[in-house]
């Protein structure tokens, strides 16, 4: 980790909150902090505001790293983010604003959604689907993604939510790990004007997959598919016919809610488990404090509901605290480069919450775009997935906010299931570059490797220190692997493989992951995973990759490949290993540069040494080489070099 990014950045401009959003903010007053220092009442205080078919027995059992929170409660995921808000004024509520690909928009009120995602529950029923069995969905984003999630919350079946990018191979093995019986997808994906396969990818995923006994397949785009007689069914005719009556299951407040694989260290995907009671009183709670919410916001996640974001902050957090949410299919330059800035307009979004690699590229594109629309609707933003510097901050302040929206940079991970550093909006002073501090009722530390807290001023690894209600469980089937990569560093307490400073003022600073994952606009990619993709190619022999800085995406993917006896360098077999990366796990994962040597540096345990990769691939002269165990290796290195 290197201090130098962060030189000077802390005598930069402050922001507090202007009187007039203190005024009107849902929490206005710092003693939130000093309250919640009784971590478990301000959490039990917190339970309490969500329905419960029956009360709990105790608020936390912690045998670390295994947490029980809220034990002996009985609740229903779906039943709080529907059910519950058909009482009053929120029935007619839009609980869902859609935003098609061309334009086309619809509405769900609450009561529509309730009724979708029940007549949902009993197709799933029909399907054969019993409660704690694994449902797969492989959607892009329409509503009917989040009917089929709340509708497997509803039957207390966990859902695996594969991000409709990933490839064939990619959902295979999510399917095969999870054990899934039924999966739901779609036809096809409008993208960019095209429409891309889904279905395509479902069936060659499912070729060598025993266990998938039926898909559910929605008809997005009229695209003609292969129908497999007694295993594909039309989502539509299912729904015809399916009854609008289906109570919530009352389930266990540790009952599994759902799986959702990320990246880690080896090759292998992590399926990181949540539940139900904790994670809903993590999400609603940090979902209604860090956005200020009130009961007439127009709420806008523009993450995919394949990544823990969606999960949390566009299904589970916002619907939970009966907000009306906006989900966009398409992507921010279709058809022109303001799009995101028309359904602002359109819809009058008052809470945009997004990353920042797209408000760097909204940034490359040019203020101009912002420029054409009326964003005054807007009255907060949020920022999540990597570190903001503090010029895509400041662009984002001024020219999507007006100077007058808070931006809130929240710090958190999938494993954390909900936001765990952040400012509150209404109390705290904004740093630019700084997701500030901890949020109320979590404890974060910074340690040093030995697990001794760092002096303010100093860099370390952020570490959690208490069980907090959105924790994940375990990695699914596997506690050890849950032990290895999050509880073996400091007795007891969380690593969370980041990297930060703390400054003076106790405002963290975070530098990004510390461990072989590379964060690539904002989507977590283990280099094991790409290297062990690029040497099933039958022309490598062995693979390295690191990340490098980029300007828009935060970081790209460099890889080194030495190749076989026999096979020679050539720019086509670049571009094929490239396009293999792409197809093998999805195009998030495609390398930026592909570098074919004859050499990989080593140390003389035959360990690579990835600094020097990073120094090729970042274009610098190569730093220290004498842990190199072989010095001809930096002939051929220095081939590569730009310098
Ligand atoms: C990074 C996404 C800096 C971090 C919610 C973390 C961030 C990883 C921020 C988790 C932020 C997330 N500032 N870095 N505000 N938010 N990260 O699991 O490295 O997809 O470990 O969860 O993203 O990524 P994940």
Redesign the pocket.
Known sequence: MTQDKFKGLEEGRIFPPSEEFRNKALISDVGIYKKADDRLAFWEERAGTLSWFQKWNSVLEWKPPFAKWFNGGKINASYNCLDRHLEGSRRNKPAIIFEGEHGDSFELSYEELHQEVCKFANVLKSMGVQKGEVVTIYMPMIPEAVVAMLACARIGAPHSVVFGGFSAEALRDRINDGGSKVLVTSDAAYRRGKILPIKENVCAALQGVEGIEKVIIVNRTNTKIEIIKGRDFWYHKLMEQASTECPAEKMDAEDMLFILY?SGTTGKPKGVVHTTGGYLTGVATTHEFVFDLKEDDIYWCTADIG???GHSYLVYGPLTNGSTIVIFEGTPDYPEKDRFWQIVEKYKVTILYTAPTAIRTFMKWGAEYPAKRDLSSLRLLG??????NPEAWTWYHKYIGGERCPIV???????TGMIMISPLPGVTDLKPGS?TRPFPGVKVEMLDRSGQPVEKGDVGFVAISEPWPAMLRTVYGDDRRFIDTYWSNWPNKYF???GAKLDKDGYYW?I??VDDVI?VS???IGTAEVESVLVEHHAVAEAACIGKNHEVKGQAIAAFVTLREGFKASEELIAELKSYVSKKIGAIARPDDLYLTDDLPKTRSGKIIRRILKDIAEGRSIGDTTTLADSSTLESLKKLSHN
């Open positions: 990320t990544w823990i974001t920022s999540v997935g990597e570190p903001i940079d929240t710090w958190w991970q999938t494993e997701c969370a493989g980041d975070i990004g992951r964060n904002g989507h977590r």
